[in-house]
């Protein structure tokens, strides 16, 4: 960006670490939304050479809808979390809708696609401002900015945004008042006291995320009011049935206007503020465009014009192994196998998820054998990364224009190779990217839409019946990565039903073959500064989103001393 450079001499190897540091670093708990994840990596001079990731909660939601009504299944999974709520209801939906072979109408299409966007736009901003950015941005720093200068640099980020010297004055202002108090508000913990040598920001450009992260906090909310507009509620949606839809005041000018005002003034934030910050923060920190990347990637794809072809979404399916670009695999979902060999369930045979089962055993928290409350999803014998990254990476891949020239843009203003997409910072750009992407795509559908509804078409419902035994899958790639559910019917009610979640994906244990998940491998290499403060360790973390406000407890081998701090 103009007016700031970035660390001079940037390279894999420019992050510095305590090359005598040899031991356990252990983060217990990270958690999700509901739930704990612990993280536990071996670093052998200053590096991780080993990796265990554990989910420490079982929750059994297949237990609990074995003998219920399949209309019923969207009302239960929602509750798998307070954050991604839609999405668990539109791919349990999606799983009765295959199993029951209903076409649904154009118009709820639409709608479902509509809603579920407005949710990447609203998930994205958050993670990257309040789940992901304070691993970047050094907060206090800003209190020595000079507010005139900081300005200037905002005005360059981003130039279509007008921002004064006295804005950023009383920024700094309320932040000084939290220090002084010893009350540091949300930042709270969120940032390392003293400096860390990991964070590169400027105090100028430190403060300018800081108003950033303010203003997002209140951008949020409207973000989440548009899904609402439609979806009834937010979170827990309540517009979604087999069969489309039952949105029919969504079909009036009032809703569709108050969902556009809403939509697109998260759509300018994005344009205005996101992408500018995204872009600038990642010229600093061009060392991450090689730490922390994988092999392997997954997509269901997403936004379909016909809910029956996954081959007509705009994120197209796709599967691609050894970072080849070039040669994007069509998904088949019969190469996709659960394992559950390093976890506490019974048995150790991997299974598809319509022969799941779901029989909790557990050992212990020490055993590195069986560790872990995911089960281990496999793509044709392989881990897999889903998420953001892997749109992108499959989109770009088949060519799809809208994510290639965004990707491109992104890395020529930084001035890296699609080298780079593969790594920690590519994982968070691209979730930049695809939000994007998503919110311009988003006026196609809204347009389309208005035409129906002028045209006298207005159906959003078809009509099904209810057969005695029946199988479907629900496939929906939502802001975290592939979710799929899966329902077995019988005697009209679910005989066995399986979730397949983006973080079972992306952050499970081992398989029966002892090949590492996602984020393990993502591990392997990490460099880490300083074990009593291990932000680079939570940036990759972060970077698949798993929804953390966590305690972190780092152990060294040598002392047996534990130091803990919060992690916002």
């Not at 809603?115 to 401002?129: E, G, M, N, S």
């Not at 968070?428 to 045209?455: F, H």
């Not at 780092?554 to 534990?562: A, C, L, Q, R, Y």
Request: aromatic share 10%; with cysteine; hydrophobic share 40%.
């Amino acid at each position: 960006m103009s007016g700031c450079k970035a660390k001079s001499g940037a390279a894999v190897s420019a992050t510095p670490f305590d090359k005598d540091f040899s031991g356990p670093v252990i983060v217990d708990p990270v958690t999700r939304i509901e739930g704990h994840y612990r993280v536990e990596v071996e670093v052998t001079n200053g590096k991780v050479t080993n990796a265990w990731t554990s989910a420490q909660l079982f929750r059994g939601l297949e237990i609990i809808l074995k003998g219920r009504d399949p209309r019923d299944a969207q009302h239960f999974t929602q509750r798998s979390c307070g954050v991604c709520t839609n999405v668990h209801a539109l791919a349990s939906v999606r799983c009765v809708d295959d199993a029951v072979g209903v076409s649904i109408p154009e118009n709820a299409t639409i709608f479902r696609n509509l809603v579920l966007a407005q949710q990447f736009l609203h998930d994205h901003i958050v993670h990257f401002y309040h789940l992901h950015a304070l691993d970047w941005v050094d907060v206090v720093s800003g209190l020595s900015a000079d507010p005139k200068k900081a300005a200037q640099l905002a005005n360059e980020i981003s130039p279509n945004r007008k921002t004064t010297a006295a804005q950023l004055k009383a920024v700094q202002d309320k932040l000084k008042a939290f220090v002084e108090t010893g009350q540091l508000g949300i930042f709270t913990n969120a940032y390392f006291l003293g400096g860390h040598d990991a964070y590169y920001l400027p105090a100028e450009a430190n403060l300018v995320a800081t108003a950033h992260y303010l203003e997002a906090l209140q951008l949020q909310v409207k973000a989440a009011r548009g899904m609402a507009v439609f979806g009834a509620k937010n979170p827990h949606t309540q517009f979604t049935v087999v069969g489309g839809v039952t949105c029919y005041d969504g079909m009036t000018a009032e809703r569709i206007n108050e969902f556009i005002g809403l939509y697109r003034e998260t759509k300018k934030f994005i344009e205005e503020v996101y992408i500018p910050d995204l872009l600038a923060v990642a010229s600093f920190y061009k060392d991450w465009a090689g730490i922390g990347g994988t092999t392997n990637f997954l997509t269901f794809g997403e936004f379909p014009t016909d809910e029956k072809d996954l081959n007509s979404r705009f994120i197209p399916p796709g599967v691609i192994f050894d970072r080849d670009l070039t040669n994007v695999q069509e998904f088949d979902h019969k190469k996709i196998l659960e394992h559950v060999a390093h976890s506490w369930y019974e048995g150790d045979e991997a299974r598809h998820p319509w022969q799941g089962v779901t029989e909790p055993k557990y050992t212990s928290l020490d055993d590195k054998d069986r560790y872990s409350w995911f089960k281990s999803p496999r793509y044709d014998g392989k881990a897999t990364e889903v998420g953001p990254l892997a749109h992108c990476l499959v989109a770009y891949g088949k060519g799809v224009p809208e994510f290639k020239q965004a990707v491109d843009m992104v890395l020529n203003k930084l001035n890296v190779g699609p080298e780079a997409l593969f790594s920690t910072l590519g994982r968070t750009a691209a979730r930049g990217v695809e939000t994007l992407v998503i919110a311009n795509k988003m006026e196609s559908w809204i347009d389309k839409l208005q035409e129906n509804i002028n045209s006298g078409k207005t159906d959003i419902y078809t009509p099904w019946d209810m057969p005695d035994e029946a199988y479907g899958v629900g496939f929906s790639d939502v802001p975290r990565g592939a979710l799929s559910h899966w329902i077995h019917i019988k005697g009209g009610v679910i005989e066995n039903f399986q979730l397949v979640v983006p973080s079972t994906w992306n952050l499970c244990p081992r398989d029966a073959n002892g090949v590492m998940s996602p984020i393990e491998e993502a591990f392997i290499g990490h460099p880490i500064a300083d074990p009593k403060r291990p932000v680079e360790l939570l940036r990759t973390v972060h970077s698949y989103d798993p929804c953390i406000a966590c305690g972190v407890h780092v152990i060294d081998s040598k002392t047996n001393e534990v130091h803990k701090f919060r992690v916002l």
